[in-house]
Each structure stands twice: as structure tokens, then as C-alpha cells.
């Protein structure tokens, strides 16, 4: 669903996707964090809950926590993005782009708050919230996406860190080892336009 409280004014013409200076995309994972114990590595149960945001994935894997802030660290800024971009436009497009913003924020969820039964509340406790919050000029189609299977894959060990090399070397060998996260926890969060866009 989309919100909009703002439209432009004396401009029946409109285009959303032209005059963009900065989009703001977010990423939700409810995820439990990987411990020492192959036991517990698995991720919180699939099935959405009644209370659940429309915009969050359930992450079927234990995740490294620590890791992650270090990985957006290491993917932001410019680059080649091109292995991170859908196959079917991946040649299309010159994609150096500056990944102005890519961080991560957790909160800790207590099992109680997901409005759910006291059998499960152990099957579902230590789990976190990671709010992914990326900003760039542009996007190229998937991206968002497969930058964040990129980042779990390496959180559950699928993935190395220094592979983050290889993934941005804009070569068919880099853009094997990534794999696009659901688009279930995909928002499109803020749009800016440039100044000759006047809204009321």
C-alpha cells in the first residue's frame, strides 16, 4: 500500500520516477541470532502471525548479528553493482552507483509482543528485528533485494565476508553467489524530488 499526503501542484503531467534526487528503501527481517549450537541455528517459525507489520520476513536461518553492520559498511558507498542487479537488466545499464546510506538497526522482540500462544513463546524467543534503512539517487531492478540475500548469506555462513570482493567485481562469477532476499520485507519508504517539483 502506498501513502501519499502530498501531490504536485499544476502538474498534470507528472512522472514519479523522474526529477528523483534520493530514494529511501527499507528492509525488515525478524530473524534468531546464530549461537555456537548447530541445534539452534535454525531461524523463527515461517508462518506469519496475526500481529505481524505487512513488511518483514520471517528468516528461515540463525543469523551472525555482529557481522552485519560490517558487511553494510563494506557495500556502501560506490561501486559496481552490477551482480546485484536482475539478470534481464543487467547490461543495459552502466551501474556505478553511490549507495549514500546502507545500515542496519536492532530491536529485540520478546515472544509475548507477537500476540501468540504461550506453547510457541519458546520456539520463538531471542528473536530480533533488523531494520535495513538504504539511500541512493536510484535503484537498479532487484537490487535492494539482492544486496540483502547477499548480506543474510553471508550472516549464515553461506557466504564469505571477503566474497563481498567478488560480488562487486561486476563479473558473472560474483553475480552466482547472490541470491535475492523475498520481497516481503521490501518498502519503499521516501521519494525527493528536485527543487522544480512544486507539491501542496
Known sequence: TIYDNKIPRNNLTFEPRENVTRKRYTYRIRFRVKTMDPICNSGPHTIRHAFDRPDIWNCPWALAQNIMPQICTKLGGRHDFTCFVHKSERRKKVNVIDLEKFCVKFTSEPAQT?????DEINAESGCVIALFTLEA????????????GFLVDISRGLCKVDDVNLALSGVDDGANIINAAPACGLCLDKVQYDDSIKFI
Do not use: A, E, T
Open 137 to 148: 539517487k536510484g535503484f537498479r531492478r532487484s537490487m535492494v533485494r539482492n544486496l540483502i
Open 114 to 118: 507477537l500476540g501468540i500462544s504461550n
